[in-house]
Structures are given as structure tokens and as C-alpha cells.
């Protein structure tokens, strides 16, 4: 009995270490592609949504900074050789640990940028995380609307289009390469997150889509899933359009979660891919359906977040 459970015990070791391996590869195997003449972004499997890196004549701009210290340091050497110089300025598309939690490897007292919102988001739902040398890679620039930054004859414009993603999302337009960070607010080929309780919501969504088409651009840097362009876009308003028709349905039917489930005649997510990570995370198609039904039905709601 003792040898069995020993085997047992040698087995959940031997699996235990090859998830840690596996987990560590997909945190750390990063990806760098050219966007346009002078912006690249960074990607990795698992664990971090896509890093704009603009160049410009006194250095980098940086779009987001993924999960963990260890992948923002990465992505501060990265940024510094594609960028021709050192980092001048973050901009933070939103609160979520995959996309905030690599500002802390930037220098403290770097200019980082973000919507109001998402720096309130921050500090209520995250404040653990940024207290200590952290708080000097908090966003110390915020805005409502829009904010201009111009960097060694660049010019990035960040904009709050409305609700979707989170109640604080803000899109990145590289002005002078016709390039488009959307963050969040658009998912390429990926199942979403929509977090009610941040302000998210699917109802508004499209609405915040329609903001976003009337901009400039021509490539598209999505929060995460490859490079698109303008037609991504609205292949994924498409999906969300049809998720919305389906959750209102369900509330107005009286249907429950189960019941929805069961009968959702959701066609528009063709070729969609579930991304999970064991005991951490999964967006799929339930995810989705459970969260569209949630809003249409008032299950969940918008925690109040104090504003700073």
C-alpha cells in the first residue's frame, strides 16, 4: 500500500513539474513581429495580451506590459531595441492583471497613461499589487475622453470610446503608421472576457465597435489573437451583435442560464478558440453565453468603484 501511494505521489510530482515547464514556456516564449516601418508588437501563447512598441526618435512608446515582472523586464529590453531607444511613455489599455502587471520591471516614475476609470479599476479591485515600489508604475496620467501624446515626432492618440470590455478601455491609434491598438475591445478569433463587474458590457459594445471603425487606421493590434485589419472588426461585431440578440431573448423569455445554454442559436462564433489555462482561466463558448445572460437578465451587475 505504502509503494502504491509513493507512485502515486512520484506521478503528481512528475505531472505537477510539467505543467510548472509548460506553464513557464508559455509565459516566456515571446514573439516579435513587425507591424509597420517603426511599430512591433510582442506576443506570447498564454498569459499576456499583445505589447504595441512604437519607435521614435527619442526612444519607445509601449502599449501594455502582460502578467508578471519577469515578462515586463523582457518586454522592456524588447521595446528598447525595437524602439531605438529607452521607453518615454506606457499606456495602459485597461485594469487587467495581463495587461498592467509587467509595469513594475519599467523604471519607477515612468510616464504611464491610462483612462481614469481603469486607474480607479486598479486601485479597488488591485490594490495589494500596487502598493509599495509598484506605485510608481501606476498610471499618473489619466484622462476621460482622449490624450494626446507626441514622442520624437510621433503622435498617439489614446481614446475612450465607451463601454465593452471594461467600463475603462481605451484604444491606441499610432497617427503617423495608421495602426490600431484596440486592447481589449476586440478579441481576434477568441472567445471574450466581459466584465460586468468593471463596467463591461455587451450591450454597449457594438456601439464602442462603431467609434472605433470611424478612426484612421489600417492594421489592427487586437488585445489578443493575430494582427487583423478593419474586417476583423466587424467579423467580431457580427458575434457580439448575434451573443447580445441571443441574451435578450433569454430575458425576455424567462429562460435560465441552463435553458439558454441548451437552446442558443449562436452561429457567428465559426472558428472561434476556447483559450484556457488549467486552474487559472477559460473563455469559451459557455463563458460568453453565461456572462451575455447575466447582463440581460440583471444577475450581474457593476461593482461601485470610488473614484481616486
Not at 429562460?255 to 469559451?284: I, M
Request: net charge negative; with cysteine; proline share 3%.
Amino acid at each position: 500500500m505504502l509503494r502504491f501511494i509513493v507512485g502515486i505521489a512520484v506521478v503528481a510530482v512528475i505531472a505537477i513539474g510539467g505543467y510548472v515547464i509548460t506553464l513557464y514556456d508559455a509565459v516566456h516564449s515571446f514573439e516579435v513581429a513587425r507591424v509597420s516601418d517603426d511599430v512591433h508588437v510582442i506576443q506570447v501563447d498564454r498569459l499576456g495580451g499583445n505589447v504595441g512598441v512604437l519607435a521614435t526618435q527619442q526612444g519607445a512608446v509601449v502599449v501594455d506590459t502582460m502578467t508578471f515582472r519577469s515578462q515586463g523586464a523582457r518586454i522592456l529590453k524588447l521595446a528598447e531595441q525595437v524602439g531605438r531607444g529607452p521607453v518615454q511613455a506606457i499606456v495602459n489599455t485597461h485594469y487587467h492583471q495581463d495587461h498592467t502587471h509587467g509595469n513594475p520591471a519599467f523604471a519607477s516614475g515612468t510616464k504611464v497613461v491610462a483612462t481614469r476609470r481603469t486607474r480607479d479599476y486598479l486601485l479597488h479591485f488591485d490594490a495589494a499589487y500596487w502598493s509599495g515600489p509598484a506605485e510608481g508604475t501606476l498610471p499618473g496620467v489619466t484622462f476621460d475622453d482622449v490624450h494626446v501624446l507626441t514622442v520624437g515626432g510621433k503622435t498617439i492618440r489614446c481614446l475612450y470610446l465607451g463601454a465593452g470590455h471594461t467600463g475603462g478601455d481605451l484604444v491606441v491609434l499610432f497617427v503617423e503608421d495608421r495602426v490600431l491598438h484596440t486592447g481589449d475591445l476586440l478579441f481576434n478569433r477568441e472567445y471574450p472576457n466581459i466584465d460586468l463587474e468593471a463596467g463591461g458590457s455587451l450591450r454597449e459594445w457594438n456601439t464602442t465597435l462603431d467609434r472605433m471603425l470611424a478612426l484612421d487606421f489600417d492594421v489592427v493590434i487586437p488585445g489578443h489573437g493575430p494582427l487583423t485589419d478593419r474586417q476583423g472588426i466587424v467579423g467580431f461585431q457580427r458575434f457580439l451583435r448575434q451573443l447580445w440578440q441571443v441574451a435578450e431573448k433569454a430575458a425576455r423569455e424567462g429562460l435560465s442560464l441552463e435553458q439558454t445554454l441548451a437552446s442558443a442559436e449562436l452561429t457567428e462564433d465559426s472558428g472561434y478558440e476556447a483559450v484556457s489555462l488549467p486552474f487559472v482561466y477559460r473563455r469559451d463558448r459557455e463563458f460568453v453565453l453565461r456572462r451575455a445572460w447575466e447582463e440581460a437578465t440583471g444577475a450581474a451587475s457593476a461593482v461601485e468603484v470610488p473614484e481616486s
